[in-house]
């Protein structure tokens, strides 16, 4: 069996355009069924509408708290613990109404790429 370490560092983290820190956890050619990344929303921030395509992303609450809207259903309050589920194609944003950084892995199947987002207006 052939066995994979990462190890990450926060030095790694970079700001997006849709408003919210990446650090890419696993994301790599020779798994492409899966990536993780660790996503950080500043307080008081909303990240721009978007949607993914061709893949779905789950989002694992970590620490904070948001306001997450998907396809046109109403806000719904996440906190530590709670997963998101976003079908491919799905519009989604998350507001940070809180005063923590509201921080969450996202992960991908099958793993994220760049050409997969789609700002919507």
Same mark, same amino acid.
């Given at each position: !069996? ?8 926060? &030095?790694?983290?970079? !700001? ?25 929303? $500043? ?7 978007? &949607? ?12 904070? &708290? ?7 259903? $109403? /806000? ?11 079908? /491919?194609?799905? &519009? ?17 199947? /099958? ?11």
């Amino acid at each position: !069996m052939n066995i994979t370490f990462r190890h990450i560092s926060e &030095s790694e983290e970079f !700001m997006t355009p849709e408003g919210c820190s990446i650090l890419e956890s696993w994301n790599n050619d020779t798994d492409p069924a899966v990536s993780i990344a660790r996503a950080r929303v $500043k307080p008081g921030v909303t990240t721009k509408l978007h &949607s993914v395509e061709g893949l779905i992303e789950r989002y694992l609450i970590i620490a904070g &708290s948001a306001l997450v809207t998907i396809g046109d259903g $109403k /806000p719904e309050r996440v906190g530590p613990g709670d997963v998101v589920v976003i079908t /491919p194609g799905v &519009s989604q944003k998350a507001t940070n109404d809180g005063h923590l950084d509201l921080i969450f892995y996202a992960i991908c199947t /099958p793993r994220f790429t760049q050409d997969a987002y789609k700002e919507l207006k």
